[in-house]
């Protein structure tokens, strides 16, 4: 089992609309990339881990999928629609990485 | 419901041990958290979103409660002896922040 990450880091200038994001985009996402997709995760940055600092990601999502084979094969015929969506919602150039998950 | 993500860079020089982390620093986070622990994950990164290109991050790892109260009342106590341990299996400082689940 793999998970795509996707981080939106929290920069000056940043801006990320939550609403579209998530009755807009991920639905969309979800539609697109269709049964290959086990799972999906956002979740939003409220604080740093020591008193009085900001979170380092305002946004960091996954998504689940049984092998990076079944991401690239489900993602590839979908992702200009899937990438020309982002600048509907943000301004920032999101990290990815994927990561083999072990608990 | 929170997450607290834990995520250690893949700095140059970053050593890591996997082993002990997943058979004994998470078990002991995990019941020194007790109850007010609702879930954790830890995921290994493999590669960045583009072809070639590294993981940013060599360990994500996240913790679930209910709350940020929560997880304050759960964790300060701990603090101490759960910080302690990681010297055991790294040398990397790692980025923490507390995230809104959204999905």
Redo the contacts between chains.
Sequence with gaps: M????V?YPKNSGATFD?DYY?TKH?PMVGERLGPALKG???????????PGTD???GV?TTLRFDS?DAFQNAFIPQAAEIQGDIPRFTNIAP?????????
């Design positions: 793999i998970k795509v990450y981080l939550m998530l991920m999906m995760t956002v979740d939003h940055g409220l604080a740093g881990g020591q979170a380092a990601y960091i990076v990290t990815v990485q994927i990561s083999d998950v072990k608990m």
